[in-house]
T-cell receptor, first 112, second 113 residues
Framework: EPEVTQTPSHQVTQMGQEVILRCVPISNHLYFYWYRQILGQKVEFLVS????????KSEIFDDQFSVERPDGSNFTLKIRSTKLEDSAMYFC??????????FGPGTRLTVL | AQSVSQHNHHVILSEAASLELGCNYSYGGTVNLFWYVQYPGQHLQLLLKYFSGDPLVKGIKGFEAEFIKSKFSFNLRKPSVQWSDTAEYFC???????????FGTGTRLQVFP
């Protein structure tokens, strides 16, 4: 079983539209991560989020991306104006002991 | 920049064959090392991890990996693969005092009965 659930499993959107991807932890955790995997490429780190603040972010995580935990439970990744190159699998992860990260099933984002 | 290399992109084996998947990283400092597996249609699952101590670590489903610091390597092994091991395998590292996992490109393993 995944350690977190993610919704939706597949999102199709038009270029320029905003999308919100959601991550719901199975139990109460403070440390979350977003990664993405463009088809045929590596899994890439986007951002880490600890106690309602961004802890670390990559150069990919530019101004069109944002993360928040709006209701203290769901952890969201927002892409403000999607581009074709944002098409990818987006994975949420939560922290475990000693730097271990546990991943959700992913959301496949397709930008047309 | 720090990176993780997996030299085998696609490996095809028959059941009962032995498996070794290579993983090398480029970073001179302290790292924690991981292997993740992704079965078809499923999420990334932790296979095993190394933080310190015995450089030979054992994971789930009979997998093991050996950390060789002098070679910056963390190769994954299994003495006898099964058809159910068909999956994609990802090596990853976390550098000391950072949050992010740095992944290799993955190795697709196909095991035929």
């Amino acid at each position: 079983e995944p350690e977190v659930t993610q919704t939706p499993s597949h999102q199709v959107t038009q270029m320029g539209q905003e999308v919100i991807l959601r991550c719901v932890p199975i139990s109460n955790h403070l440390y979350f991560y977003w990664y993405r995997q463009i088809l045929g490429q590596k899994v890439e780190f986007l951002v880490s989020f600890y106690n309602n603040e961004i802890s670390e972010k990559s150069e990919i995580f530019d101004d069109q991306f944002s993360v928040e935990r709006p209701d203290g439970s769901n952890f969201t990744l927002k892409i403000r104006s999607t581009k074709l190159e944002d098409s990818a699998m987006y994975f949420c992860a939560r922290s475990g002991t000693s730097d271990t990260q546990y991943f959700g099933p992913g959301t496949r984002l397709t930008v047309l | 920049a720090q990176s993780v290399s997996q030299h085998n992109h696609h490996v095809i084996l028959s059941e009962a064959a032995s498996l070794e998947l290579g993983c090398n990283y480029s970073y001179g400092g302290t790292v924690n090392l991981f292997w993740y597996v992704q079965y078809p249609g499923q999420h990334l699952q932790l296979l095993l991890k190394y933080f310190s101590g015995d450089p030979l670590v054992k994971g789930i489903k009979g997998f093991e990996a050996e950390f060789i610091k002098s070679k910056f390597s963390f190769n994954l092994r299994k003495p006898s693969v099964q058809w159910s091991d068909t999956a994609e395998y990802f090596c990853a590292v976390i550098l000391y005092n950072t949050d992010k996992l740095i992944f290799g490109t993955g190795t697709r393993l196909q095991v035929f009965p």
